[in-house]
């Protein structure tokens, strides 16, 4: 009944969702005027402390920030407590599952710059902030696994199949069935 609730608001916030979206606890989604915030049939995401029994530290959160932005979750994808954060473009494939805590961020949030920084911190200009935050889109291919606590960064491409262990923080493009972990994200075999 309050899931019945909740699937409303999403569908006032413009978010497109399919068939059987099952939430254990509230996520906070938040989709910017013009944003594209898709996700697929038999999605599961999870956002209360026990719906993983890894232990969530938050809600599950996805948003996209500017106008431009792209979110498109694919079909059969697991979401546990995680930070999917989109100024630029964050695709991921079907059959994913992302584990508990992990935080998805296509962009830096600030600029590198110290004066842009600055700038941004004392006149807030959206338009402005598109052209100073550093964003690159992400690219998680299909049936991958993405262990706990890890943190994929802007820029990011892992092929279908790979799979990122728990606390890895991994940035760049990783082939197809790769098992990545450490920080930095190092390939430390391939699936057969
Ligand atoms: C990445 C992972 C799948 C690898 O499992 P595996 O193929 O069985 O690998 P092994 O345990 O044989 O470890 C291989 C090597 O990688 C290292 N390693 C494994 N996982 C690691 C990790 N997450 N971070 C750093 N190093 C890791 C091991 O220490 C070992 O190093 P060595 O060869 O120098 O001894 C697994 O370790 C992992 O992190 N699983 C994710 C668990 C998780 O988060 N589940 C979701 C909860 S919501």
Do not use: W
Not at 24 to 45: E, Q, S, W, Y
Not at 52 to 69: C, E, F, K, M
Not at 154 to 168: H, I
């Amino acid at each position: 009944m309050i899931s019945n609730f909740y699937k409303l608001i999403l569908k006032i916030l413009r978010i497109r969702y399919g068939n059987k979206l099952t939430l254990h606890g509230f996520p906070l989604i938040f989709n910017k005027r013009g944003a594209n915030l898709t996700i697929g049939d038999n999605v599961i995401i999870n956002s209360s402390f026990l719906s993983n029994l890894v232990g969530l530290y938050s809600r599950t959160i996805i948003v996209t920030r500017t106008p431009q932005a792209v979110i498109k979750v694919g079909n059969n994808v697991g979401i546990s407590g995680a930070t999917i954060y989109s100024r630029k473009a964050i695709y991921i494939g079907d059959n994913t599952l992302i584990g508990g805590n992990c935080k998805i961020l296509d962009n830096d949030f600030h600029p590198i710059e110290i004066e842009a920084r600055n700038k941004l911190m004392t006149s807030y200009q959206v338009t402005e902030e598109d052209d100073l935050i550093p964003s690159k889109e992400i690219h998680i291919g299909k049936n991958c696994f993405i262990g706990c606590n890890s943190i994929i960064l802007k820029g990011t491409v892992l092929g279908d199949g790979c799979v990122v262990g728990a606390g890895a923080v991994v940035s760049g493009h990783f082939e197809e069935n790769s098992i990545i972990v450490g920080n930095p994200g190092r390939v430390i075999k391939k699936i057969k």
